[in-house]
């Protein structure tokens, strides 16, 4: 398989300023001359392009066979230097769209759906590879899917907000929250899937999912609705199905959350849709547990923290960072005792810096200002493992990283520090 052995590129360095000496006038004869050496200094001075400021977008990538991977990631125009080079780029090119293409190095920079990919793909160690042609750059691999393996004819392809761009990846200008797909085969199938159903359920109550070409918006029969775990999307011979509307009937048998996808052999696979499933008002996914006022007793011994660990994995505790070397992933895992069932896993990064603290939103997928030491967990998962892409390179800080599990009775684990809740410092 072929990897790509370059870093992570540096930050792009900010506008240069430039400085010169103070110089005294001694002599000022009138107030036009004055204005002449200020207007000599102004012609003198050089101006740099600003650059434009990382965006958050959504990005998915389809592989032959499994999604690699489905998330936010934050990205920005990839200037020379750094560039990006891959094994067959034959050296660093630029990604950017002023400057690739047909635009000349005209125009104003901008993020573009290849830098999304090229960040996505660093940050989750992805194998990637491209050729350097007609000043953009071909796909030629992702994870270990290869463009025309065996002369198969497949090859890489990308859809923004699911329309198809006629030029390459470094030639379509981002926007924030820009849905971006890269998919294996993206030519050979003429239909991009698109998922929809409700947000929350109740469990054991059947509900309808509504299936579509992105691209058109028609309705697709014949989808397979599939459980979607660990970048796998799972069906048989008895998953729901779409019918000429494009509808399926599901059903989720217990509560927690459950996420889908929707297959067709003419068809990249659809967008994750994760729904939770409450047991009438059970205070989860948003409802509020009915009471009739009177005070509840609890008989027996007090509930105890869910006896599960909760591992806050990918960096180490104490551990000082470069801002460039910094992690970009958050990992983590779970070890569930037998007879037990996970909801959910949560974490929480925390910053402070000079005093000021923040938390990570991971609704918003930035940092807010927050209470200093009160800890902000949202959900990142249901499964016994976890990788969480951050939204942005961290900035210079202590952070405080924290992860929980909850069962399905709503118990959570303990913090354990070192293990559960982690100390870094970035410089």
């Not at 005294?24 to 204005?35: E, K």
């Not at 909801?343 to 940092?367: I, T």
């Amino acid at each position: 398989m072929i990897a790509s052995t370059r870093p992570v590129p540096t930050p792009h360095a900010a506008p240069a300023r430039v400085s010169r000496p103070r110089a005294r006038l001694t002599v000022l004869r009138g107030v036009a001359a004055l204005l002449a050496v200020l207007c000599g200094i102004a012609v003198l001075l050089p101006t740099t392009p600003a650059s434009a400021a990382p965006i958050v977008v959504n990005l998915r990538v389809e592989g032959a066979t499994k999604t690699l991977y489905e998330g936010p990631v934050s990205t920005e125009a990839i200037s020379a230097p750094p560039g990006i080079e891959t094994p067959s780029s034959k050296g660093s090119h630029p990604c950017d769209v002023k400057d690739n293409g047909e635009n000349g190095g005209y125009g104003a920079p901008g993020a573009t759906p290849t830098d999304a990919l090229y960040d996505a793909a660093l940050a989750q160690h992805l194998a990637l590879d491209a050729k350097w042609e007609l000043n953009d750059f071909k796909i030629e691999q992702i994870g270990e899917d290869i463009a025309n393996s065996a002369n198969n004819g497949e090859y890489w392809g990308y859809s923004v907000d699911y329309t198809t761009a006629e030029v390459g990846g470094c030639q379509v200008r981002l926007a924030p929250g820009s849905e971006v797909l890269w998919a294996y085969n993206f030519f050979g199938l003429p239909h991009l899937l698109s998922l929809s159903g409700p947000a929350s359920v109740n469990v054991g109550t059947p509900f309808t999912v509504h299936v579509t070409d992105g691209q058109t918006g028609q309705p697709i029969e014949g989808a397979q609705i599939g459980q979607f775990a660990g970048g796998v999307t799972t069906t048989s011979g008895s998953s729901p199905t779409t019918d000429k509307n494009g509808n399926a009937t599901v059903m989720i048998a217990q509560t927690g959350t459950e996420s889908f996808k929707a297959t067709q052999p003419e068809s990249v696979r659809s967008n994750g849709l994760t729904i939770c499933a409450h047991n009438g008002n059970d205070g989860n996914c948003g409802t509020t547990s009915i009471s009739d006022g009177s005070p509840e007793f609890i008989h027996g011994p007090l509930p105890t923290p869910l006896p599960a660990v909760a591992h806050a994995g990918s960096v180490r505790n104490g551990r000082h960072y470069p801002r460039r070397a910094a992690p970009r992933v958050l990992s983590g895992s779970v070890e569930v005792p037998a007879g037990d069932t996970l909801r959910e896993v949560r974490l929480s990064l925390q910053r402070s810096n000079h005093g000021r603290c923040f938390a990570l939103d991971g609704a918003r997928a930035a940092f807010v200002h927050a209470k200093c030491h009160a800890q902000r967990f949202f959900k990142v998962a249901a499964t016994s493992s976890f990788s969480y892409l951050l939204p942005a390179r961290l900035p210079a800080g202590r952070y405080v990283y924290a992860v929980e599990a909850v069962n399905n009775t709503g118990l959570v684990t303990a913090p354990t520090p070192g293990v559960s809740r982690v100390v870094f410092y970035v410089k």
